[in-house]
């Protein structure tokens, strides 16, 4: 009886909904270079979501975030640099979990702009991207 109800409804074109599909990209609590994310939340927490755009044949200045942030890369490559020594190199479809408190920089070497957005897990008054430049605690 169920086959033919099925039967029934599929000639009177009556379809079953397409299936809502989620795929985990990163779930992990350790940045890109294998160091533990610190604990957070001190304070009111804040969430900002950024989509940046970088030139090709552009070296971002060094920096580092104060606060845990992950990044989906929707377009170019990228290559990301501590000042230890450590390198990732991103393309189109890549998750980073970046690191936090630590002096880093990314460069992109090709031919078409980086676009990549990136959502910060933050507080409220504490900035997301500190320029090494700037910091007066180096």
Do not use: R
């Not at 099925?6 to 795929?23: D, F, H, N």
């Not at 992990?28 to 160091?35: F, G, I, K, L």
């Not at 975030?65 to 990044?71: F, K, L």
Request: hydrophobic content about 40%.
């Amino acid at each position: 009886m169920a086959l033919l109800a099925i039967a029934i409804l599929w000639s009177c074109g009556v379809q079953t909904p397409p299936k809502i599909e989620v795929t985990t990209l990163v779930k992990t609590t350790q940045s890109w270079n294998a160091a533990a994310l610190p604990d957070y939340l001190q304070s009111t927490p804040e969430v900002t979501v950024l989509k940046i755009t970088i030139p090709p044949k552009t070296k971002l200045p060094i920096h580092k975030h104060p606060v845990i942030n992950s990044g989906y890369m929707l377009q170019g490559e990228l290559t990301v640099m501590s000042q230890t020594g450590d390198t990732l190199y991103l393309k189109e479809g890549d998750v980073i979990v970046e690191m936090v408190n630590t002096w880093h920089h990314g460069e992109n070497n090709g031919t078409v702009p980086v676009e990549i957005v990136v959502f910060y897990a933050g507080n409220v008054d504490t900035p997301i991207t500190i320029l090494q430049d700037q910091d007066k605690s180096q």
